[in-house]
């Protein structure tokens, strides 16, 4: 029988630090919590990260690469093809961020209580931090819906884009309530296309008015 690989010290301080800020936000975790429950201690802290907000950096940048990965490969394949429609976008942008949650079992429920914390923290300097990771690829995003709906003003698709990200995260943080293991793929393709077919409508009647 094949034995799972152990977990390195930088992985166990990861997986924790994505736990116990997500349960507790930054300020209500304590350091020595995440490293007494990953079995470490405050110097393989600063070695492997230097301080707790550079803890907290990591774990937000390794939990949002796959996401800014497949939406900036969705992305690029868009503008590769020419000049892609609003619901190409909506679509490459939302399918990357539910599938996150909705077909990762357990862990995807972490990462999104994890993300939903930071993202939302009442420090503006950790929504920046945040930020940092999820902007890049964001702009790109906001700039081609610009161009695919250019009848409407930059400010009211920005607004729309606003409301799309508050939606998704709606949406994500529902899916905590669901036991691990219980995702069910035709659920989650319905969810995504009833999604992706309100905004739409959302863009393409509210902004074009």
Known sequence: MDT???????????NIAEQRFGEGGYEGTSLRAITVAAAANIAAVNYHFGSKEALLRAAVARAMAPVNTERRRRLDQLEATGQPSAEQLIRAFIEPGLDLVLRRGERGAIVARFIGRVAFDPSR???????????????????????????????????GYVNMLGLLALHQSQALSRAP???????????????????????????RA
């Open 181 to 207: 293991g219980t995702e069910d793929v035709d659920d989650a393709s319905r969810l995504a296309e009833n999604l992706i077919a309100f905004l739409v409508a959302a863009f393409d009647r509210g902004l």
């Open 125 to 159: 300097r950790i929504r920046e931090l945040y930020a940092a990771e999820a902007d890049p690829v964001e702009a790109r995003y906001l700039a081609a819906l610009q161009q695919a709906l250019p009848r409407a003003a930059p400010e009211s698709v920005a607004f």
């Open 4 to 14: 799972p690989p152990v977990e390195s010290t930088r992985e166990r301080l990861l």
